[in-house]
C-alpha cells in the first residue's frame, strides 16, 4: 500500500532538484566550452605579425668590403626609432606648410592627437610606400580627421620645398578621399637645425648615403597625445587599422572614440618592442571567467524559478 504523504512529497522534491541539477551541470560543462573556444577564436584573430624597426635597404644597396652576410652597413646600423615615449616635442620648431606659409610645429597641437611621419618628397620607394599605407589605414577608420586627429608630414631633407609638399600631399589625398582629410593632413618642410630638433625630439634617426645619394631611414609612424608628448610608435610599412586606431583613442587618454574602444584597450596592451597592440591574455580569461559565472547564474535563476512555478502547479 503506498502512502501519500510527507516522504513522498521530499522524494517528488528530491527528484525535481536532481533533475535541475542535471541540466545545471551540463550547462556548467557547455558554458566553459563555449568560452574556451571564444577565447582561442579571439586569440587566433589577434594574432600580429612582427613588424621591423627599420626599413629595409634599397635595391642595390652597396654592401661593405669585409663584412659577413648577416652584418648591416654602417649606413643601416645608425638608423631607427628611439622610444622616446611620453617625450615633449618642441611647439616653437619653425616650418613651411604646403602652401608655403610660416607655421610652427605647436600650431597643429591642442586639441587633437597628432600622427606624425617622418618622409622625404623625392624618397625612391620607402616614403611612398609608407605615406600610402598610412593614407589607407587612416580611410578604413571612423575617425574623422580635423575633428578626432590631425596629421602631420615632415620632409626631413632640408633642400625639398613647399611645392614638393604639395605635390606629395595631391598624390596621398587622391588615396584618402574622407571629407576634411585636406585641412586636416598637413606637408612640412624646414631647415636643417628645425628637422633636427624635431627628429631628434620624436626619435627618428636618419643618415645620408653619400654613394646612393639618397637617406637611409626607418619607416614607420608616431602618434602623439593632443599635448605634444610621444604616445605612440607604429613601425613598418603596414599599419594595421585596429593598431592605429587604439593608438589615436590611446593619445587622446579617451576623449576619441566609443566605449567599445575603452574595453577593447583594457583587452589590448601596446607592445614598445613591435609597435602593435597585443592581447592580454590574463585580462581576457577574467573577462571570459565573469561571463560564464554570470551566465552560469542566470541559468540557475530561470531553473528554479521553473521549479518553483512546478511545484505550484496550475490554479
Not at 580611410?139 to 580635423?146: E, F, I, M, T
Not at 645620408?208 to 639618397?214: C, F, N, R, V
Request: glycine residues 8%; positive net charge.
Amino acid at each position: 500500500m503506498i502512502t501519500h504523504g510527507p516522504l513522498s512529497s521530499v522524494s517528488s522534491v528530491v527528484g525535481s532538484l536532481i533533475c535541475s541539477f542535471k541540466r545545471v551541470f551540463s550547462f556548467v560543462s557547455f558554458v566553459p566550452f563555449v568560452s574556451f573556444v571564444l577565447v582561442v577564436s579571439f586569440l587566433s584573430i589577434s594574432a600580429s605579425v612582427f613588424a621591423q624597426m627599420a626599413g629595409s635597404p634599397v635595391t642595390g644597396y652597396k654592401r661593405e668590403a669585409g663584412l659577413p652576410a648577416t652584418a648591416l652597413p654602417a649606413a643601416l646600423r645608425e638608423i631607427g626609432f628611439d622610444q622616446n615615449l611620453d617625450r615633449q616635442v618642441p611647439f616653437d620648431i619653425p616650418f613651411t606648410d604646403e602652401q608655403g606659409h610660416p607655421v610652427r610645429l605647436g600650431d597643429y597641437f591642442g586639441t587633437r592627437p597628432v600622427v606624425l611621419a617622418f618622409v622625404y618628397y623625392s624618397c625612391p620607394l620607402l616614403c611612398t610606400q609608407v605615406l600610402n599605407a598610412l593614407a589607407s589605414a587612416l580611410d578604413v577608420l571612423s575617425l574623422q580627421p580635423g575633428g578626432d586627429f590631425e596629421v602631420v608630414t615632415i620632409s626631413f631633407d632640408p633642400r625639398e620645398t613647399p611645392a614638393l609638399a604639395a605635390a606629395k600631399k595631391d598624390l596621398s589625398l587622391k588615396r584618402y578621399q574622407r571629407p576634411g582629410a585636406a585641412g586636416a593632413w598637413h606637408f612640412l618642410t624646414g631647415e636643417q637645425p628645425a628637422i633636427a630638433r624635431a627628429t631628434q625630439a620624436a626619435g627618428f634617426r636618419f643618415v645620408w648615403d653619400a654613394d646612393l645619394k639618397q637617406f637611409a631611414h626607418p619607416t614607420g609612424i608616431i602618434v602623439l597625445t593632443p599635448g605634444g608628448r610621444v604616445a605612440r610608435y607604429l613601425f613598418g610599412i603596414e599599419y594595421g587599422p585596429r593598431d592605429l586606431r587604439l593608438a589615436i583613442v590611446d593619445a587622446s587618454a579617451g576623449k576619441v572614440g566609443t566605449p567599445v574602444d575603452s574595453f577593447l584597450l583594457y583587452c589590448y596592451h601596446y607592445d614598445p618592442m613591435t609597435g602593435r597592440y597585443g592581447l592580454v591574455i590574463m585580462r581576457t580569461i577574467r573577462i571570459a571567467g565573469a561571463a560564464t559565472v554570470l551566465a552560469l547564474a542566470m541559468f540557475v535563476g530561470v531553473m528554479l524559478h521553473r521549479e518553483r512555478l512546478a511545484r505550484r502547479g496550475p490554479r
